[in-house]
């Protein structure tokens, strides 16, 4: 591993300290691309405008048209947690605008898989609906798509994944991927497709003369379920999903989100009033994301969507439960996984450019999650796979991969394709995380294709592991203000925390748990203490350090520690 510090320029970060923002910020956001005090303005006025997103109007009129005819919209959700956020603000959305007859739908991932398919439009059509609306998925449904169509349904595709060679026959397709689309805000997540369509729906109603603009329903308590569904996605975090994600915090930390989230809080042991995008991505969406790989996400739909509070504090802790099981199935998997990943590493042997693992009693609901684990440990490419169907005995298997910087996943998966017709039955995805079905006898044809890819893409700097910093930090920012300070701030996918390093002394180290090492460490000669999770194997007595600032609290006392996230030895003097 390499500990780099980022660039600050210094002129944005100057210009950014004399517009009033703190100076340690100011610094971190320069380094982060910021040039101005207005590209912090998270006001919702600063939003993008709805009309700049390609088929807003269109899907707008095909809505309102529905609502007025009184006609059943059928909801295709995707089984994650931007899909089930997604579905949530869709059926509260619809709803509170006029909607009568709303119903979802969600693939189960091992009998349905991903996407609507032919099968998923027949149930829909089965149910009596008239308009099927996808969220987070439908950009590859070329088949379902064209089935819903020869059933008499209408359909409006809302995603945000890459489209594929053909775009499906849909009435409007609403994706900022979609070619000719100018919206600037390409890496926004499904639940914030979905949430634009609401606002143009919103307008269209209003243009209608169906509302008057200072008595038009209001939309912005949706924001939490958007922000939650944003991070939980691991979309780039750029100007306009920063403040998506900062206005829905706000009103978490208000006090008022739905009281399927406020459940979720409680369950996962965290303040909501202190919320954080680490609390999205590290506690509710996981819980979310369970229901998804084990379950069924219906029940992290109706969690979210309730407005009952008894019936959201059930459902949470059922969901609670179901995490504490995922925990379990991915902890006994990831071992088998590594062991396996680490016969490719062995000593007097070449690492390959990209891993790819499978093993008969995978469960394939956790395949992403383990991927993403052995890639974060090996910093290769990394694909997992398990098989697929209800108990294992299809002849498919499916994969989920997850990437690393400089090597695009689904344009990978793309080459393979062409280069070995027939090995991929399906696959879809972004660049840091796709997936992907393959014949089981074609598994070794498709490992060695995925392989040359990376060795062909991949060099050996970016193939070093190496971890950004903002350097070192002054003694003077090692208070709690500044802790809370900097976790109000919204941080995410390309817009990193704050990680800090600089060469440390290691004055004594133990193990707690056997599997996390405690530190009491020197930082410009002052005593602060450390912890290092997943990490046994001690460390010199002087190294550089990188790590994130926490608040530790103890006996009722918070103090700061180091959240160490790397280590390397000093250069020598």
């Not at 703190?22 to 998270?42: M, N, Q, T």
């Not at 997992?384 to 344009?411: C, M, P, Q, T, Y």
């Amino acid at each position: 591993m390499r500990i780099m510090a980022r660039e600050v320029p210094p002129r944005s970060a100057w210009a950014l300290e004399q517009a009033g923002i703190h100076p340690l910020l100011a610094r971190l956001f320069a380094a982060r691309g910021v040039l101005g005090r207005d590209e912090l303005d998270d006001a919702l006025g600063r939003l993008l405008p709805p009309d700049q997103l390609r088929g807003t109007r269109e899907a707008a009129a095909l809505l309102a048209d529905a609502i007025a005819a009184d006609r059943h919209l059928c909801i295709v959700a995707d089984y994650d947690c931007d899909g089930a956020t997604a579905c949530a603000v869709a059926l509260r959305g619809l709803r509170r605008l006029g909607a009568r007859q709303v119903s979802y739908l969600v693939p189960d991932r091992v009998v349905d898989g991903y996407g609507l398919t032919a099968p998923i439009a027949e149930r829909v059509a089965e149910r009596g609906a008239q308009v099927l609306l996808t969220v987070d998925n439908g950009i590859a449904s070329v088949d379902g798509v064209a089935a819903a169509k020869s059933l008499g349904l209408s359909v409006l595709v809302t995603d945000h994944h890459l489209p594929g060679p053909e775009l499906p026959a849909a009435d409007v397709l609403v994706n900022p991927n979609q070619p000719d689309c100018a919206f600037p805000s390409k890496c926004i997540a499904g639940v914030g497709v979905m949430f634009y369509v609401l606002l143009a729906l919103r307008a269209e109603l209003r243009a209608r003369g169906d509302y008057a603009a200072d008595a038009q329903p209001r939309l912005d308590d949706l924001l939490p379920l958007v922000a939650l569904g944003t991070v939980a996605d691991v979309v780039r975090l750029d100007a306009n999903n920063r403040r998506l994600v900062a206005q829905g915090l706000r009103r978490i930390r208000a006090g008022a989100m739905p009281p399927g989230v406020a459940a979720l809080f409680k369950v996962a042991g965290r303040t909501a009033s202190a919320a954080t995008t680490f609390d999205f991505g590290f506690s509710l969406g996981p819980r979310i994301n369970a229901a998804g790989r084990l379950a069924d996400m219906t029940l992290g739909i109706e969690c979210l969507a309730t407005d009952d509070a008894a019936r959201a504090e059930e459902l949470a802790t059922l969901l609670d439960s179901i995490n504490r099981e995922r925990r379990s199935i991915e902890g006994d998997m990831r071992e088998q996984a590594l062991r396996v990943a680490e016969r490719l590493f062995a000593d007097g042997q070449t690492p390959p450019a990209a891993v790819t693992v499978f093993d008969a009693d995978f469960h394939e609901g956790v395949v992403g999650i383990v991927a993403s684990r052995i890639k974060d440990r090996f910093h290769r490419p990394t694909f997992v796979f398990a098989a697929s169907g209800a108990e294992g005995k299809s002849n498919e298997l499916k994969g989920s991969g997850r990437s690393i910087a400089g090597f695009h996943l689904r344009d990978a998966l793309d080459l393979v394709a062409k280069r070995h017709p027939g090995v991929l039955l399906r696959f879809g995805g972004h660049a840091m995380a796709a997936g992907c079905t393959v014949a089981r006898e074609r598994l070794d044809e498709f490992q060695s294709a995925f392989a040359a890819v990376a060795a062909e893409w991949l060099d050996a700097a970016t193939l070093t592991r190496r971890l950004d910093t903002d350097g070192p930090l002054a003694a003077e920012y090692l208070r709690i203000d500044v802790v809370d300070t900097l976790q109000r701030e919204v941080w995410g996918q390309g817009f990193a925390p704050p990680t800090f390093s600089e060469e440390v002394e290691v004055l004594s180290q133990r193990l707690v748990g056997e599997k996390h090492l405690a530190l009491k460490l020197r930082h410009q000669g002052r005593p602060v203490d450390g912890i290092w999770f997943g990490h046994t194997e001690p460390l010199p007595p002087r190294v550089v350090l990188a790590w994130r600032l926490e608040a530790d609290e103890w006996q009722g006392v918070r103090r700061v520690r180091f959240m160490v996230e790397g280590a390397e030895l000093p250069a020598p003097n």
